[in-house]
T-cell receptor, first 114, second 115 residues
């Protein structure tokens, strides 16, 4: 099992540009989570999906952020337009969706907006 | 509502010394509890989890944690610290409810091991 795969590992973009982060969950996991990690705010849950359906997006900071899960093996997190304050490490995690399993995290995407 | 509080954002220990990282939880129903470790430039990795089978839980890399309901605690310990244990550690909680699968993480404790 290759684990949760995120791409790209690093992204540097200019303010105002669109950024798309990608995630492939572990096969068979039906829950997927997007987190953002910063020094100031720690780990923040942005959105999570069950069976490809968004369940809770209350953590999405503003309308510039959007997430999709078109199928069980792929999810994207898009920021449009990006701003310097979006600079952070973005993690994707997946789980089998049944308690008491924890999450398996990807290695993250480090986003820098200049 | 459920949450975890990690006491001490930074902990330093000497190599070979006891490691103790503190976590207290708040939950209106019996919780599931987890410890994760994050090494530099990596994602979070599950160390151990409490699911009510036993109050003393053993995890990877020699770590263990004890669930104490009377103290609402789930502290992480290791008898002898190694240099490789230097990392950030996160406590997390979720509820024992069908469908309530989202974890709530603490703010993390950065462990430094002094040679």
């Amino acid at each position: 099992d290759a684990g949760v795969i995120q791409s790209p590992r690093h992204e540097v973009t200019e303010m105002g540009q669109e950024v798309t982060l990608r995630c492939k969950p572990i096969s068979g996991h039906n829950s997927l989570f997007w987190y953002r990690q910063t020094m100031m705010r720690g780990l923040e849950l942005l959105i999570y999906f069950n069976n490809n359906v968004p369940i809770d997006d209350s953590g999405m900071p503003e309308d510039r952020f959007s997430a999709k899960m078109p199928n069980a093996s792929f999810s994207t997190l898009k920021i449009q337009p990006s701003e310097p304050r979006d600079s952070a490490v973005y993690f994707c995690a997946s789980s089998p969706g049944q308690l008491p399993y924890g999450y398996t995290f990807g290695s993250g995407t480090r986003l820098t907006v200049v | 509502a459920q949450s975890v509080t990690q006491l001490g954002s930074h902990v330093s220990v000497s190599e070979g010394a006891l490691v103790l990282l503190r976590c207290n939880y708040s939950s209106s129903v019996p919780p599931y509890l987890f410890w994760y470790v994050q090494y530099p430039n990596q994602g979070l990795q599950l160390l151990l989890k409490y699911t009510s089978a036993a109050t003393l839980v053993k995890g990877i890399n020699g770590f263990e944690a004890e669930f104490k309901k009377s103290e609402t605690s789930f502290h992480l310990t290791k008898p002898s610290a190694h240099m490789s244990d230097a990392a950030e550690y996160f406590c997390a909680v979720t509820l024992r409810q069908t469908g309530a699968n989202n974890l709530f993480f603490g703010t993390g404790t950065r462990l430094t091991v002094i040679p």
